[in-house]
T-cell receptor, first 116, second 115 residues
Framework: GAVVSQHPSWVICKSGTSVKIECRSLDFQATTMFWYRQFPKQSLMLMATSNEGSKATYEQGVEKDKFLINHASLTLSTLTVTSAHPEDSSFYIC????????????FGDGTRLSIL | GNSVTQMEGPVTLSEEAFLTINCTYTATGYPSLFWYVQYPGEGLQLLLKATKADDKGSNKGFEATYRKETTSFHLEKGSVQVSDSAVYFCALSDPGSSNTGKLIFGQGTTLQVKP
């Protein structure tokens, strides 16, 4: 149980386009979803936390107009990278959690984003 | 503030060797502790967890005990396999002021197991 699906797994696009990444919890309702960014050989950097039906809480230094997060239902959150540029190229990972802080987060397989 | 410190890698072992990856934490409250594993090109998988002091998490031969007195959550396995080669992350979940329970990760430790 506790499967999180992230799509697409890999995307290449031109500079200036917007890219949407989906994160779905397949077999549980996620009260909270998280979006991370990971640079090569580094740990995960939390970008934002979102609860269903409310606005996402962004970490310091993360541009909310650049990285739009929508948590439309208890099983779906989306991250849209708007007007993407080469410096936005990275590995983006989502996670979902059922319940409170003492419950584990379950991670998607990540999305490799390459902006040309 | 809250933080997690892991031993530096990479850790290189021969198959069937004993594994220890050290993890210590700093927290103001009563965090839950987790170990996650990341295989190349993939997301993170939960390996084990412990939610209170003296709890022992275990899974697939891996174990870690939540030690409040030493603020540690070291990962151990008695006999590693080549398939255990991956990056291991220690993490804590802090209730925080808003109870969002953000995960705070250590820097990750790369394990390489050679046949």
């Amino acid at each position: 149980g506790a499967v999180v699906s992230q799509h697409p797994s890999w995307v290449i696009c031109k500079s200036g386009t917007s890219v949407k990444i989906e994160c779905r919890s397949l077999d549980f309702q996620a009260t909270t979803m998280f979006w991370y960014r990971q640079f090569p050989k580094q740990s995960l950097m939390l970008m934002a936390t979102s609860n269903e039906g409310s606005k996402a809480t962004y970490e310091q230094g993360v541009e909310k107009d650049k990285f739009l997060i929508n948590h439309a239902s208890l099983t779906l959150s989306t991250l849209t990278v708007t007007s993407a540029h080469p410096e936005d190229s990275s590995f983006y990972i989502c996670s979902a959690r059922r319940g409170l802080y003492n419950q584990p987060q379950h991670f998607g397989d990540g999305t490799r984003l390459s902006i040309l | 503030g809250n933080s997690v410190t892991q031993m530096e890698g990479p850790v290189t072992l021969s198959e069937e060797a004993f594994l220890t990856i050290n993890c210590t934490y700093t927290a103001t409250g009563y965090p839950s502790l987790f170990w996650y594993v990341q295989y190349p090109g993939e997301g993170l998988q939960l390996l084990l967890k412990a939610t209170k002091a003296d709890d022992k998490g275990s899974n697939k031969g891996f174990e870690a005990t939540y030690r409040k007195e030493t603020t540690s959550f070291h990962l151990e396995k008695g006999s590693v396999q080549v398939s255990d080669s991956a990056v291991y992350f220690c993490a804590l979940s802090d209730p925080g002021s808003s109870n969002t329970g953000k995960l705070i990760f250590g820097q990750g430790t790369t394990l390489q197991v050679k046949p």
